[in-house]
């Protein structure tokens, strides 16, 4: 098997004074970008109780994971959206999909 889905995950938490309004603002205009990324198969953003927010993307395979991290940076879209992130807060890590099920894949 060579196309094996690879989950990217970052953790995060926004610069202090930056409304969750503000940040969901540059959230949903981060779309641009990654509607040019090729490889994408799903995007969850969500946040707990403390501030923590916790961005999942699942990307067909290693190198469209890697290919749209190469570009993040440069992207007009995402220079509005880590703007408004903590830098020193931010992890990431990859994680090859061993099982992936969703709503859609049940209903038949």
Known sequence: ?????????VTFRLNDGVSDADF???ARGLDGYLDRCEGLCA???????TGL????????NEAAAKSADAGFMAAPE??????????????????QVALHR???????
Not at 1 to 9: G, K, P, Y
């Open 78 to 95: 995402a220079q509005a959206f880590m703007a408004l992130v903590s830098r020193e807060s931010v992890k990431m890590a990859h994680a």
């Open 53 to 60: 927010w916790r961005e999942d993307y699942v990307w067909a």
């Open 1 to 9: 098997m060579t196309d094996i889905q690879i989950l990217e995950t």
């Open 43 to 49: 995007r969850t953003l969500s946040c707990d109780d």
């Open 102 to 108: 969703s709503v859609t894949d049940m209903v038949a």
């Open 24 to 26: 969901m603002t540059a």
